[in-house]
């Protein structure tokens, strides 16, 4: 991408891996929302040209020198940060937030391209009967099992997910594939709660046509309301109707990311002892677990996918997604079968 809305195809060599890289022959890149921004020029910290792709699945064509950990043929995705290694952050287990980071894609070279080269070390394995759809969602995905994981022990408890895109249907599925009691999606977008109804979701609401507050207690009690509500909106109604709605003594996740600043009632938060957490990004055992959740079929991943271009068609699916957002949850590109 070039400019906003620019995307312009470019013939260069295979590149050979360095040692300590592998070669991958890139299959699949879901697009996610961030994608858009820079397409649409809103991205605050990406600058042009920037080769795009974050989420993706390929096959191992090629070892660098040392590489032992991989094999060609293997089914791969990147974890897609490259951080420093020095910094507060990165020296206490929390690299998805080092003062450095980069995100391929985004500060760094993406994935949209025949063949990408990527150190090993940062480079999970996917299983052989995976499909490079499912392999490409392994990230998104690991967003929602961070966010889960930040709430504690899910285990029995009841959860209700702000918005049901993909992020917030992939949280309210790993709160179950992890043990919660039951999940409830709210979305003022019925096609999404449809997804969500499919995905094995307990409860939905549309909040635009039902009460939130009475959906949440005919769900799970007027005593107890939600023990754990994940925001997945990112506008602010959300985290206010998340703020509002929340029972007295809740976490409250923030997972979403906010084009505006949103304000809200901090009187709420302090007179209720809520909790409010932030999550950004994943680390690598956050890819373990999501994939671990996908093999043992706790999470379904297949159905979000609504929309598939090809490579050179690329434009067209931002196209897509801006003529109707409404009907879009997951848009793959297909690089090579
Ligand atoms: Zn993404
Ligand atoms: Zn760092």
């Known amino acids: 991408m070039t400019a906003p809305k620019t995307i ?36 605050p910290y990406t600058s042009y040209p920037i080769v795009q792709g974050h989420e993706t699945a390929g096959e191992v064509t090629a070892l660098g020198e040392g590489v032992t950990d991989f094999k060609p043929g293997d089914k791969v995705t990147p974890e897609p940060q490259v951080f420093c290694g020095k910094c507060w952050p990165c020296t206490h287990g929390l690299y998805n937030i080092c003062n450095e980071l980069k995100v391929i894609g985004f500060q760094t070279n993406g994935t949209a391209c025949d063949y990408y ?37 899910i285990k029995g408890k009841e959860v209700l997910v702000m918005g049901a895109g993909p992020i ?54 007027a005593e107890k309301k939600a023990d754990v509500i994940f925001e997945c909106t990112g506008v602010q109604p ?11 003594g809740t976490d409250i996740v923030v997972v979403a990311v906010y084009g505006k600043a949103p304000t809200v009632d901090m009187a709420l938060v302090n007179e209720a002892e809520l909790r409010l957490i932030g999550t950004a990004r994943y680390n690598i055992d956050d890819f373990r677990t ?11 991943l297949a159905p979000l996918v609504t929309d598939t271009f090809d490579f050179a068609d690329y434009n067209a699916a931002y196209e897509k997604i801006d003529k109707s957002p409404e009907t879009t949850m997951k848009v793959m590109i297909r690089v090579n079968d």
């Open 168 to 221: 917030g249907n992939l949280v309210a599925q790993t709160a179950k594939g992890l043990g919660a009691a039951s999940v409830m999606a709210a979305d003022i977008n019925g096609f999404r709660l449809e997804k969500a109804v499919e995905c094995g979701i307990d409860y939905t609401v549309n909040p635009s046509r039902e009460k939130l507050d009475e959906k949440i207690i005919a769900a799970f009690g």
């Open 290 to 300: 999501a994939i671990g959740l996908v093999n043992d079929g706790k999470v379904k």
């Open 8 to 43: 312009r195809f470019q013939q260069i060599d295979i590149p050979a891996p360095d040692p300590g890289e592998v070669q991958i022959n890139i299959k699949r890149i879901g697009v996610c929302g961030s994608d858009i921004h820079v397409y649409h020029g809103l991205h």
């Open 238 to 248: 959300g985290l206010e109707a998340a703020i509002t709605n929340a029972r007295k």
């Open 117 to 153: 080269t990527y150190p090993a070390d940062c480079l999970v394995k996917l299983p052989d009967e995976m499909s490079y759809d499912e392999g490409a969602m392994i990230e998104p995905l690991s967003v929602a099992v961070r966010a889960v994981k930040k709430a504690g022990d």
